[in-house]
């Protein structure tokens, strides 16, 4: 009994008609419903992923995690009131809207709108991509992965790890707090950063195909986006990705390739070589700070830190080497 995907996010946004473009023309998310207030996504089989509604601009207002059945919610919901966390059961109306069978809601330590919730409504038509891509891989293992940032991750991690059931997958302890954790196969479906303040730092999309996140990168430049995190490849889960800022504001992690886990077995390790192997320079932080992801980058390059890439079956050839 516990989550088995990262579902949904929901998100408040001043610019509905800047993301209807961003999300269908750049992403290559497919528009599932419009209204003069809200505005919902679809990116594979299921009716709805992401739903942003008319509000403060840019800040998360729900993530939904599915479980199994009713009876494995249930449960999660007996489980949260004996630790003494206030849950609310969603009316028949919020799951309409939500577009799953049943939900219960809570706040997480931190003060995030946690919602569980099993039985998510397959859509009748194949998923149609907004712009010309090969799909998201996305599926069972869930949309790809948020990050938030917090105060104290101490008060929040075991929120996650011992109620909701969350593997920690690896961390960083410095030269600032990181904790990354999976539900399922995926690397990583969660990462809490330690930087003082409650926030949104970014939402993880993986393609299928990597020539759809390079068609992405020119297309970035074309329409004159903020890459706020420039091509490199992550050296936890491996994503080769970019990361684009957004009508509002948070940013969205594009990538290809990560690495899938077996939960069963995976050891928590702590991560050392710095955030990414190689790359992914980040043109929001200070030069001190820079500095610091520049020597690591140098010592990768000098250790020759390199990993295999991860390939699915019919987005590769095996060539010979000779
Ligand atoms: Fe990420």
């Given amino acids: ?33 419009r209204s003069a207030r809200t505005l919902s996504f679809r990116m594979d089989d299921l009716s709805q992923r992401f739903q942003f509604e008319d509000g403060a601009d840019g800040v998360i207002q729900q993530i939904g995690w599915e479980v199994e059945s009713a009876a494995a919610l249930q449960a999660m919901a007996a489980r949260l009131e004996a630790a003494g966390v206030r849950i609310q059961r969603g009316s028949a109306a919020l799951a309409g809207q ?12 931190a003060g995030n709108r946690v919602e569980l919730y099993w039985g998510p409504e397959k859509a009748d038509s194949p998923f149609a991509p907004g712009r010309n891509i090969a799909g998201f891989r996305a599926g069972p293992l869930g949309i790809g992965h948020v990050v938030l940032t917090c105060e104290n991750i101490a008060s929040v991690l075991p929120f996650y790890t011992e109620l ?47 020539d759809d996140v390079g068609h992405a990168h020119d297309l970035a430049q074309l329409r004159k986006a903020d890459i706020a995190v ?33 939960p ?19 043109s929001w932080l200070s030069e001190e700070a820079n500095a610091v992801l520049r020597a690591q980058l140098q010592d990768n390059a000098d250790r020759g830190l390199r990993q295999p890439v991860h390939v699915l079956p019919g987005n590769h050839d095996v060539v010979s080497d000779r």
């Avoid at 992550?234 to 990361?243: A, E, G, L, P």
């Fill in 164 to 210: 909701l059931g969350f593997g920690v997958s690896d961390y960083v302890l410095a030269p600032f707090k990181a904790y990354f954790l999976h539900v399922n196969p995926r690397h990583h479906s969660l990462a809490l950063i330690e930087n003082g303040r409650r926030g949104f730092h970014h939402l993880m999309l993986e393609l299928m195909q990597f």
């Fill in 1 to 33: 009994m516990s989550v088995i995907s990262l579902g949904y996010v929901g998100v408040s946004t001043g610019r509905l008609d800047e993301w209807a473009d961003f999300g269908t023309a750049f992403l290559g998310l497919q528009i599932a419903d």
């Fill in 230 to 262: 420039t091509l490199g490849r992550h050296s936890n889960d491996h994503m080769t990705s970019f990361y684009v800022r957004t009508p509002s504001d948070f940013m969205i992690e594009y990538g290809w390739g990560g690495l899938t886990i077996d």
């Fill in 98 to 109: 939500r577009r799953v069978r049943e939900l219960i809601w809570m706040h997480d330590p």
């Fill in 264 to 282: 069963a077995t995976w050891q928590a390790v702590e991560l050392t070589d710095g955030p990414s192997i190689w790359g992914h320079n980040r």
